[in-house]
Structures are given as structure tokens and as C-alpha cells.
């Protein structure tokens, strides 16, 4: 242990005060710590001066290990193998492995049948609802089916490698499409377990539920007859809620766990339809370039009104939970609505771009191959809804609703800019905010952005 | 005792508004004390921790905290219910002994010290033919068994305050004229400084900080025990140690430099004094604490550990 200079002892044991002691009610209180606040910090003082009290708090320690020792005893005596306990948990061991067996079996027929139903599913009911449904425009279709791409940076290159051989193998769209699904799901564990917190996963699972979205509403086009019943009384609420449960064979299994993660895949769904696309997705070029794809292209539309009538839902949803954020370890920038479990990337820049004509869409596309796919972040910081990202480039990026539009900041002072690396973000409440760069820089704000100051 | 203090009206609401919960919840009426005696009560205890400008909420909070079941034993005790008194037995005659076994560790010190007590408990003192208790003097802010160990340790420190003297007297005789000499006391410029920035280094310190300091180095007391006395963790205390010390190093010597002092007069006068403070400290320790005697050799040797190293380089 570090010694301390004579003096300081010195100095220390010559500060004894002759101030009244504290009574052996409030001495032990303090070494039971049930003192407040204010009283603590009082007394500590006096103990730092009073070598008598230190001394008799000290000694009216309770024996902490003699009585660790004897509680431990009696329970490895009696209590631990005693007939309340040894019943109570075998009920325990008995339920837990019911339950798991219960849950392997449902996984293990869950993934048969996310097969069989999109093989089935598609060939049937799809095709029947191809004839109803109106030719929509081409780039809205593109969108749509670019969403998954978008959001899928992780499991690209699979995807890539994946999914343009099912589209040209097959014959018909209905099969091409439900090809890639299966192969995603497949993909999605080993992505999952590559990437430890499993955006891969999600991502997989988002491009699966894309498609069986279609498959639903496939489904609701030429339906079954209970489903229709279904559907037909149900509120668009109750639709979100519905879908997936149509959809749950389908899902995979982390989606038919609970609907907040298909919540947020759906979240993601409309923003992602108006974006002009910035990632250089080999996958959606050649699906805009191939028109004569024609029955996947009336699922996607498809798409977009189950995703439009699922908004209200998922945004109350969305308002109810605060996401966590948090940087890759590529930089990209991440959210999760479940605690951390899952993580899907958030791409600020193209948000707050918004630019949805073509001639953006092309520019950016163009950008994007040129050698900035996506911004690098350094920071990230959120409290409530507000969330700052900060990154290279005097990157800054703000959005007030946790994500769902982003603002770009530039922050600057007397006309002189922030400039190199973002490398730190602190927002303590959402109005005080200090950002630190790579030049050294400190800029602060007291009014969540608005002005700042540079120090 | 100190119902002659008055509380203020804010106080006295919240009593009145808790009275009623806290009274059923103590359990007193087995032990024969009413509402109004246990509001009585509350008002005594409240009267003595809370200030005159108190809050209601924050008395409410106060009165909450209370162990008042507890209270109501420590208090029934005092006034002399049998049944009260067989409770308190039971629960912690035997605690008792055992805490006093662990503060004079040695078995006929410790029987005294309990003994001792538990007269005072039961209250043999007669005040004008009354019989006072020092259970009367519980407030429940802590649990019974903790003020009952504190009690303890007060009545042992001040038991060795009043024998002090014999105490060191013969430690003198042992070790001769080692504790006799005195001192000249260092009076140069450069130990005023250092002495005044060491003051100030330390008074930017925390109470927290001041303490565990003291504890460690001063009293001697070991990590773990360190650890206990704050309710955290020894790694914290180790780590908080030292930091500490660093830092509190790096401060004196660069107040002593902005006092005009260069940096390695400054560092060689934090090494100076070994022996003297040495001394100093058993001495100050001999005349501030009294049971400081069986940790003086304990100290010292410490004092001793640290020092040789850097008193060889």
C-alpha cells in the first residue's frame, strides 16, 4: 500500500477538534449506514478529526465473518436438505424441464414450418393475389424491397451472394422470394453468433419479415376463410397485432418471442420507404433493374400498406419505449429497443437527407460507391427521446424523437465551426450538452443545440 | 431528559400524523405504553435530532426511519416491563457478551465491561429514588444490537481513559526514556510551509477522505475493518487509499512550489521527520486515544514497515 508523507499524518491527528461527540445512537446508525445524507457527512467529518468515536465505531463492528460462518453452518445443517426446500425445488427442476423441452420442440417445428408455410403460402394464396391487386409504379416497389437491404449491412454480403441467384433461378417471383427468406433464416443464427449481440440476426429476421409481411397480406387478398373473419373485424391495431400472429409460423424465432422487436422492424419500414437509398446495395440494383419481376413487385406494394396501417400502432409503441443506443465496432450507429438484445443499425445521414427525388437517389448512390458507404461514429448520446451522434468529420447529428428524424448540426461559434473528430458527446439532460473533437476542443451547449460555445 | 427541548409545529403535525401507524407497528401495546406515551416518545427523539426549522416532510421521513419496535422494547425496558425486559434478555444477552468479548478481547475484561452495562441497562443508578435505565436513552435511529455494541465500545474507550495513565506509565518504565524525551519542535520556514499545505491539501479533502485516511494510517485499522466502518467494499478502500496518498503528495509538493519552494526541496522536506513524527504520533495517539494502547506496537510496527525502505534509500 501507498505510503503517505509524515506530515500528512502529522497534520491529520492535529486536527482534533473539541467539538460535542456524536451520541452511540447516531455512531450506530452511521455503521449501520441508515443515516441520511446530510447527517452522514457530519458525522464523517467528526470522525475524521475524533479518534475516539473512529475507535469506538471500529470496535462496535458487528462480527461480520463469526456471523457469516454460523449462518452458513445451521443452513448446510438443516435448511438446505430439509423437506420444504428439497420439495419446493424439485416442483422447480420438474417445471424448468417441461418448459425447456416445451420451447425445443416449438422451435424445432417452428422452423420446419417457416418452410413449408413459405413454400405453400406463396405458391398458392400469392398467386391468386396477384390478379386483384393494381399494377403500382415501379420505384415505390424498389423501395420497399430495398428496405430490408438498408437496413441489412451486416449480412449484405450474403444476401448479395444469396439472393440474386434466387431470383434468376426460379421461375416464378412467388418462389424467388420465398428462396432468400428461407436462406436468410438459415443464414440468421450463424450470423447471430458471429456478431455476438446479432444485429446480423435481426437483420435476417428483418428481411424475413419484410417478405412475410407480403406473404400476409397475400394471405388477406385471397384468404383462408377464418383468417379473412379475422381480419375483416379487426382495427388496424389489431391488424399489427394479427399479422404476425398469421405470420408466426413463419417468423423466426426471436420475432415470434414477442411483437417489440417485429414492432421495430416495422418502425424502421416506412422511414426506410421514403429514403433515397445511400448504401450501394447490389441486391437492389438488380431488383429495380428487372421490372419483369412482376408478382414480387405486387407483394412489395402490398407491403407498404400493411406497413402504413401498422405506423400508429408501432409508433405508440415506439413512444412507450426508450430505446439504447450505441456505436458498432465499425461505427455505424445502433439501436435497440429491448434492452440490448438486439441491435439494428441507424443511418442519420440518410434520414435527415430526405431527399426523395431520383436525381438525389442517384447522387447519393454514386457517393456511396465512390468510398463513403456510411458515416463513421464516435459517440453517442441519449437521454429521453433527445439523442445526439457525433462522429468523424465534425459528424453531428440530433434527433428529438429517438431516432425516427434526425437533424444535422453543425455546431459553431462567431462563425467559427467545430472541425476534425467528434470523439465525445455528453448530454446530461436534454439541453446540456459538451462535445469533445480530436483537435482538442470542447464545445458546450445550454440549450440543446441552439448556440454553442467553444472553449 | 430532553422533553424540555420543543419541537417546532411542522414537526409536531408529523408526529401527530404518524403517531397512530407507528404505535401499531412497534408492537408497544404489549409492553403497556399507549398512544400517548409512544407519541410522547417520538416527540422526545424527534426534539432531539430534529431542528427547530425542520420540515414536516422531511420530519415524516425522519419519524419512518425510526426502529420503532425496537424503540418501544428499549423504552418499556426503561420504565421497567417485565416482559419487556425477558424480550431484551433473550435477544441479546447473549450478543451482548459476545461484543464485548470481541472489543476488550480477553475474557474476564469482557465479562466486566458486559456486566458493567448491562447494570447501567437495567438501570441500578437511582436518581432521587427512580430507577433510570440507560435503554432510555435509545432513539432506534440504528438497530438495539448496534447501539448496544457501541455503548460498549464507549464504555471500554472510556474505561481506558480513566486508567490511561497507569497504562503508559508503565509502558514508559518498559521502554525507557524513549517516550520521555521530548522533541525540539521543527520551527523552520520550510516546515510551516510544508505544515500550512499540508493543511490545505487535506482540508480539500472530504470528510470521507479525512477519515478513512486517519483510520488507516492513524488508528491502524486494516482495509477490511476500514471497509466495514464506511459500508463499502475493501477493494474500494484499497483503491481509495491510494489514490489518496498519491494525490495528496502531488498537491503539497505543488503547493509548496507555488509557494516559491523548488521541487526537490519540496519532495526531501515530505521525507524528513521520520523518526519525529514517529514518536509524535505515539505520543498524540497516547493523549488522544486512549485505547490506543494495544495499538500502539501494532502502529508503530506499520510506521516502521513503511518508513525502513525509504529510510535506507
Not at chain 1, 380 to 396: D, F, I, P, R
Not at chain 2, 300 to 307: A, E, F, M, S, T
Amino acid at each position: 500500500m501507498q505510503d503517505v508523507p509524515k506530515i500528512v499524518l502529522k497534520r491529520l491527528q492535529e486536527t482534533a477538534g473539541a467539538e460535542a461527540h456524536p451520541d452511540a445512537d447516531i455512531l450506530a446508525a452511521f455503521a449501520e449506514q441508515s443515516l441520511g445524507e446530510s447527517e452522514r457527512t457530519g458525522v464523517m467529518e467528526h470522525l475524521a478529526r475524533c479518534g475516539d468515536c473512529r475507535e469506538m465505531v471500529a470496535l462496535a463492528l458487528p462480527a461480520h465473518e463469526a456471523v457469516a460462518v454460523a449462518a452458513s453452518s445451521r443452513l448446510s445443517r438443516g435448511d438446505w436438505f430439509g423437506w420444504p426446500v428439497l420439495r419446493w425445488s424439485v416442483a422447480i427442476a420438474g417445471i424448468i424441464a417441461i418448459a425447456s423441452f416445451g420451447i425445443l420442440q416449438y422451435r424445432q417445428r417452428q422452423k420446419s414450418e417457416i418452410l413449408s408455410s413459405n413454400l405453400s403460402a406463396r405458391n398458392e394464396p400469392a398467386a391468386n393475389a396477384v390478379q386483384p391487386l393494381p399494377q403500382s409504379p415501379v420505384p415505390s416497389e424498389s423501395r420497399n424491397i430495398i428496405l430490408p437491404a438498408e437496413n441489412n449491412k451486416q449480412a449484405k454480403k450474403k444476401k448479395q451472394a444469396e439472393l440474386p441467384g434466387g431470383l434468376q433461378s426460379s421461375t416464378t417471383a412467388n418462389f424467388s422470394v420465398a428462396q432468400p427468406a428461407g436462406a436468410v433464416n438459415r443464414a440468421a443464427p450463424a450470423t447471430g453468433a458471429a456478431h455476438g449481440a446479432s444485429p446480423g440476426a435481426v437483420v435476417g429476421g428483418n428481411f424475413a419479415l419484410g417478405l412475410r409481411i407480403g406473404a400476409g397480406v397475400a394471405a388477406k387478398a385471397a384468404p383462408p376463410p377464418a383468417a379473412q373473419g379475422e381480419l375483416k373485424n379487426a382495427t388496424p391495431e389489431e391488424t399489427s397485432r394479427l399479422a404476425p400472429s398469421l405470420l408466426a409460423p413463419s417468423l423466426s424465432d426471436r420475432q415470434a418471442a414477442g411483437t417489440s422487436s417485429a414492432v421495430q422492424t416495422i418502425e424502421a419500414a416506412p422511414q426506410s420507404a421514403e429514403v433515397t437509398v445511400t448504401t450501394e446495395s447490389q441486391t437492389a440494383d438488380q431488383i429495380i433493374e428487372s421490372p419483369k419481376e412482376q408478382p414480387s413487385q405486387y407483394q412489395s406494394s402490398a407491403t407498404l400498406g400493411v406497413v402504413e396501417a401498422k405506423d400508429a400502432a408501432a409508433m405508440s409503441k415506439l413512444e412507450l419505449a426508450t430505446p439504447r443506443w450505441s456505436i458498432s465496432a465499425e461505427g455505424s450507429l445502433q439501436r435497440s429497443f429491448d434492452g440490448g438484445k438486439t441491435w439494428v443499425e441507424v443511418n442519420p445521414d440518410s434520414v435527415a437527407g430526405k431527399a426523395g427525388n431520383a436525381h438525389n437517389f442517384a447522387m447519393k448512390k454514386k457517393a456511396a460507391v465512390q468510398g463513403n458507404p456510411h458515416p463513421i461514429f464516435r459517440a453517442v448520446s441519449a437521454a429521453g427521446t433527445e439523442v445526439w451522434a457525433g462522429g468523424s468529420a465534425a459528424m453531428l447529428y440530433h434527433s428529438t424523437d429517438s431516432g425516427l428524424h434526425w437533424a444535422h448540426v453543425v455546431p459553431s461559434e462567431s462563425g467559427v465551426a467545430l472541425t476534425g473528430d467528434i470523439t465525445s458527446v455528453e448530454f446530461s439532460d436534454s439541453q446540456h450538452g459538451r462535445i469533445a473533437t480530436s483537435a482538442g476542443e470542447v464545445w458546450i451547449t445550454a440549450d440543446d443545440g441552439e448556440t454553442w460555445h467553444r472553449k | 431528559m430532553s422533553a424540555t427541548k420543543t419541537i417546532s409545529a411542522p414537526v409536531q403535525s408529523a408526529v401527530a400524523e404518524l403517531a397512530g401507524e407507528l404505535h401499531a407497528k412497534s408492537g408497544s401495546e404489549k409492553f403497556g405504553i399507549t398512544l400517548e406515551g409512544f407519541t410522547a416518545i417520538l416527540c422526545d427523539v424527534a426534539a432531539k435530532y430534529l431542528p427547530e426549522t425542520g420540515n414536516e416532510s422531511e420530519a415524516r421521513l425522519f419519524l419512518q426511519s425510526l426502529r420503532v419496535e425496537e424503540l418501544a422494547l428499549a423504552r418499556a425496558c426503561a420504565s421497567g416491563d417485565n416482559s419487556a425486559w425477558e424480550i431484551f434478555l433473550t435477544r441479546y444477552r447473549e450478543k451482548l457478551y459476545q461484543a464485548a468479548l470481541r472489543i476488550a478481547r480477553e475474557e474476564s475484561a469482557a465479562r466486566e465491561l458486559a456486566d458493567g452495562l448491562y447494570a447501567e441497562l437495567y438501570g441500578v443508578n437511582t436518581r432521587e429514588g427512580e430507577r433510570v435505565s440507560k435503554l432510555a436513552s435509545f432513539t432506534g435511529r440504528g438497530s438495539l444490537e448496534g447501539w448496544l455494541r457501541t455503548v460498549l465500545a464507549q464504555e471500554f474507550v472510556n474505561r481506558y481513559r480513566r486508567t490511561k495513565r497507569l497504562v503508559s506509565l508503565d509502558e514508559e518504565i518498559e521502554e525507557g526514556a524513549q517516550f520521555a524525551a521530548r522533541e525540539p519542535e521543527p520551527s523552520s520556514s520550510a516546515d510551516s510551509r510544508l505544515e500550512s499545505c499540508t493543511d490545505e491539501a487535506l482540508a480539500a479533502l472530504s470528510g470521507e477522505d479525512r477519515l478513512v485516511l486517519a483510520a488507516y494510517y492513524l488508528d491502524g485499522r486494516t482495509l477490511a475493518e476500514v471497509a466495514r466502518m464506511l459500508g463499502v467494499h475493501e477493494s474500494t478502500i484499497s483503491r481509495k487509499v491510494d489514490k489518496l496518498a498519491k494525490s495528496l503528495r502531488k498537491k503539497i509538493v505543488a503547493g509548496m512550489m507555488r509557494q516559491g519552494v523548488d521541487r526537490r526541496e519540496a519532495e526531501e522536506a515530505l521525507e524528513v521527520d521520520v523518526r519525529d513524527l514517529q514518536v509524535n504520533i505515539r505520543r498524540s495517539l497516547g493523549q488522544e486515544s486512549p485505547g490506543a494502547a494495544f495499538l500502539e506496537k501494532k502502529d508503530g510496527l506499520r510506521l516502521q514497515q513503511k518508513i525502513a525502505p525509504r529510510a535506507k534509500s
